[in-house]
């Protein structure tokens, strides 16, 4: 009983990390942006998309989608 009542506390708190995640990944890809970094055009649009697609998913509540688009972003800025 004990175990599945720390799986379920892990569980709730674990959504509530992630939310706090996005905004910093958030933060650091707009540091990044803020240098000019050499990328070509394409993958320009590609981090901005990415960008304003975790944003928007971080709203939504999605926070593990939110972060996937941010740390592919964050690939393409090499941070």
């Keep these: ?7 379920t506390c ?9 939310a706090h995640g996005c ?7 707009d540091a990044k942006l803020e240098t ?5 055009a394409a ?4 981090v901005a998309a ?8 971080h709203k939504a509540g999605d926070h593990g ?3 996937k688009a941010l740390g592919d972003a964050k690939k393409l ?3």
């Design 65 to 67: 989608a939110s972060m």
């Design 23 to 29: 905004p910093g990944e958030m933060r650091a890809i």
């Design 10 to 18: 892990a569980l709730a708190f674990s959504g509530a990390a992630l």
């Design 1 to 7: 009983m004990k175990n599945v009542l720390l799986l």
């Design 43 to 46: 993958d320009q649009e590609k």
């Design 50 to 57: 990415l960008r304003a697609d975790g944003e928007r998913l």
């Design 36 to 40: 000019k970094p050499a990328l070509s």
């Design 77 to 79: 800025l090499v941070i």
